[in-house]
């Protein structure tokens, strides 16, 4: 595990961007106001039995109406960077079709991040697709990355003067794998070859919005967020070894060789072909999937061990532990994951600007009142996460990766899909039941580090 926790921003190059980020529908609320339309989060996560507790965003943090409040709480923290998304049903509810009211609201979020000093990075898509598009066929279906291409040329007109840095897609695998092989994640669809198609449109989706996006705005910034782990054998040992390699390939290189190298790899070609033939790929997909992208996103959160199997998440996928702590969400603690992770993009991809776009980690919370009182979260673990997980970050520039920012994951505790609100994420705790927000004790660790006083 790394040794010494950073202690300020003189600890990283010049220049280094320390932000946070959240998503749309964790967040925002408001789901039947302003001419928003249902995505497939909504109609999951009404069905029964899909989300703990039955729990639904409708209201979530409130965002949608406490924007400001949260903008503040960001200037209090001193990041210098937002990463959120943008609504797609939201915006542009049905093809053709914008939503003043939704623009206008984003709008707002844009000036007031501005006004604050606070640079605006905008994700695309984080998994709210427009429920009508889903019924049409989702992201298995070849048309929706054409409208996922419209919708972004529209983000690009209308907020291409403020945001200077966009990621097209969040996260592929989950949206791929988890919502429509496992169906754990909306749309809930258990149908592998269907899958295997929504990933490389995720991918295709990608490609079409980056060159809609810098043909409006060609000094933009414009990469992706990945989710990747690194990837080990229970115990090291030697028979798991092909587990290892497929579920590495499924995890990570099924997106990273076509985003990088502009190809499949060959021996993720062959494991899929009892489930796809890849006749959904054409000609000319790759050299879009490919183009050069400005920064690689990173998502990491823990490595994953492997005892076996083939689609990670489905019951053919054994995972087992190696003895390291683990938070609230069962997964393993590991700094030193994301240390090796950075150096592998490095070392065997010779990767662009990377910035790790999502780190962070759930724990029990608990609020106390303070003698003066005023209220307090202690949470420890959520600290050192952060500072040895930053601290794997120095450990992967002093190694030679172009690594230029850091955003904690996340801003404020939220709806964590189908965890609903038991699972907390945040620097920052909201009570769900009056919308408080108070300032964790990780919170002021990190408003420390980039020299400023959280207020409570």
Not at 107 to 117: I, Q, Y
Not at 129 to 156: K, N, V
Not at 265 to 284: E, F, I, T, Y
């Amino acid at each position: 595990m790394p040794a010494l926790a950073p202690s300020g921003r003189a600890d990283f190059p010049d220049g280094f961007v320390f932000g946070v980020a959240t998503a749309a529908f964790q967040i925002e609320g408001a789901l039947d106001e302003d001419g928003r339309v249902p995505s497939i989060w909504d109609t999951f996560a009404a069905r029964p039995g899909t989300i703990e507790r039955g729990e639904t965003g409708k209201t979530a943090c409130d965002h949608y109406h406490r924007y400001a409040d949260d903008v503040a709480l960001m200037a209090a923290l001193g990041v210098d960077a937002y990463r959120f998304s943008l609504a797609w049903p939201r915006i542009l509810p049905e093809p053709g079709r914008p939503n003043p009211a939704g623009i206008a609201f984003y709008d707002r979020l844009l000036d007031e991040l501005l006004a604050a000093g606070i640079t605006p990075w905008a994700t695309l898509y984080h998994w709210d697709l427009p429920e009508s598009l889903e019924a049409a066929g989702g992201w298995p279906a070849r048309e929706t990355a054409y409208r996922f291409a419209e919708y972004a040329a529209l983000a690009a007109d209308r907020f291409g003067d403020r945001i200077g840095h966009w990621l097209t897609v969040n996260e592929p695998f989950v949206s791929s794998m988890v919502g429509y092989a496992s169906g754990v994640h909306a749309p809930g669809r258990v149908d592998p070859a269907a899958a295997v198609r929504a990933a490389h449109h995720l991918m295709l989706g990608h490609g079409l919005a980056m060159r809609e996006l810098r043909a409006r705005h060609p000094d933009a910034q414009v990469g992706l967020a990945l989710s990747l782990t690194p990837v080990e054998a229970f115990e090291g040992r030697a028979e798991f070894t092909d587990a290892v390699r497929r579920v590495d390939g499924m995890c990570n290189r099924l997106f990273l060789d076509p985003l990088l190298r502009g190809s499949y790899p060959g021996d993720v070609v062959a494991d899929l072909a009892h489930v796809s033939d890849l006749a959904h790929v054409a000609d000319g997909d790759l050299a879009l999937v490919g183009a050069p992208v400005d920064f690689l996103g990173v998502n990491y959160y823990h490595p994953t061990v492997v005892t076996g199997g083939f689609w990670p998440g489905s019951a053919e996928a054994a995972t087992s532990g190696s003895g390291r702590p683990r938070c609230e969400m069962g997964w393993e603690v590991d700094p030193d994951g994301l240390t090796r992770l950075l150096r592998r993009l490095h070392e065997d991809y010779d990767s662009p600007t990377i910035y790790v776009t999502e780190n962070g980690s759930a724990w029990p919370d608990t609020v106390t009142e303070t003698p003066d009182g005023g209220r307090r979260v202690a949470d420890p673990e959520r600290t050192a996460y952060l500072q040895t997980h930053l601290q794997a970050c120095r450990d992967a520039i002093a190694a030679g990766v172009d690594l230029r920012g850091y955003f904690a994951w996340s801003l404020l505790d939220n709806f964590e899909w189908a965890f609903g609100y038991r699972m907390r994420f945040g620097l920052v705790h909201v009570d769900f039941g009056t919308q408080v927000r108070t300032v964790k004790d990780s919170g002021r660790w990190y408003a420390a580090l980039l020299g400023a006083g959280a207020r409570p």
